[in-house]
């Protein structure tokens, strides 16, 4: 008997690599190649898309991601000619209509006047890369020359600002701010940052080890949670923390596992300025292994993305992810959050993708879910008494 098709998509996340480069050197990044100044050729843009547009995979709506280094170290006309790119190939597609928006994270420090125009009449959505005030930012994302790069990214946010262009901050969280929650949430409220999320330091990729394996931290990371809970409910409105706000899209009644990204085939494609290709998690693209070697599927000038499904490395690639996901539904009572995590995290932590709990689900997870679902029975309970 014949095994049973694997189940792939739908595809909404494109994550395409501009560059490798990077103007600074963040001492928890994943990524190796920061130095290599290699660029996309616009022109490859033109079979992504068609790739993707091919696709039996492709949902009705694709997010691009212009990530995997810093976006921004490449010149803005690249932008204006891929976003012309884009739209040609979109009008040429013959097949059901797809809504696709662009989108780009960015460490924020090259952000003027210019990148704003270029934001805006291209129609870019921005993530800045912030970790709260400048104590703690500078602790960790520096420039080649060791100095702080706060002030820039600041001066960065400052340009989106004025320009009343949205965006949202991402946070990478080490064990240096779980003691400083109440001074993180004050930032952020005085600069009128209002869309955060944050990002566990990961042991992954270049970053052998996170501050976060230290004893105690788990429980200082509950602590930081459960105060960031507090001032949030104290000034309602005021700040959008993604991981709670995740939670409690759950409990109203949306479907995390109909979403899950990280270990199903092809919800993710990534890309690299070369053309490789990859699905489940971005931060396997770049990267080489022991167990598994890389994680290249194929190249989008030679390859389809279901050509590669029949490939021994997908077939591996995609049983231990199985594997994996299928342990955690066994096992964890909290695998309807997350729908048996990220393959990644299982890989960098316990050397395989078919294990089950890792330091990554604890907190982004476990800790998550026990913080929000709490609080909300406390304020139940109160809203009862009343």
Known sequence: MPPPPIRCGPLSLLVVQPTPFCNLDCDYCYLPERDNRGQLDPALLEPILERVLASPFLGDSLTLLWHAGEPLAVPIAFYDEASARLRSALARHDGPTVELRQAIQTNGTLIDAAWCDCFERNGIDVGVSLDGPAFLHDAHRRTRTGLGSHAATMRGIGWLQRRALPFHVISVITENALDHADTIFEFFLAHDIKEVGFNMEETEGENRVS?????????????????????????????????????????????????????????????????????????????????????????????????????????????????????????????????????????????????????????RIKAVADVVLAGMERELAIGADV
């Open 211 to 363: 501050s976060l394996e230290r004893p105690g931290t788990e429980a200082r990371w509950r602590a930081f949670l459960q105060r960031f809970w507090e001032l949030t409910g104290r000034h309602p409105g005021a700040l959008r923390l993604r991981e709670f706000e995740q939670v409690c899209a759950l409990a109203c009644g949306d479907a995390r596992l109909e979403r899950t990204d990280m270990n199903k085939p092809f919800v993710i494609l990534n890309v690299d300025y070369r053309g490789h290709f990859s699905t489940f998690d971005p931060e396997l693209l770049a990267v080489k292994t022991q167990e598994y070697g890389d994680f290249v599927l194929g190249n989008v000038r030679t390859d389809s993305l279901e050509s590669v499904l029949a490939t021994e490395k997908f077939q591996r690639m995609h049983r231990d992810m199985a594997a994996g996901v299928e342990a955690c539904r066994s096992s964890c009572d909290y695998f309807g959050l997350c729908g048996g995590g990220a393959g990644s995290n299982k890989y960098w932590e316990l050397g395989t993708f078919d294990g089950t709990e890792t330091q990554a689900c604890r907190y």
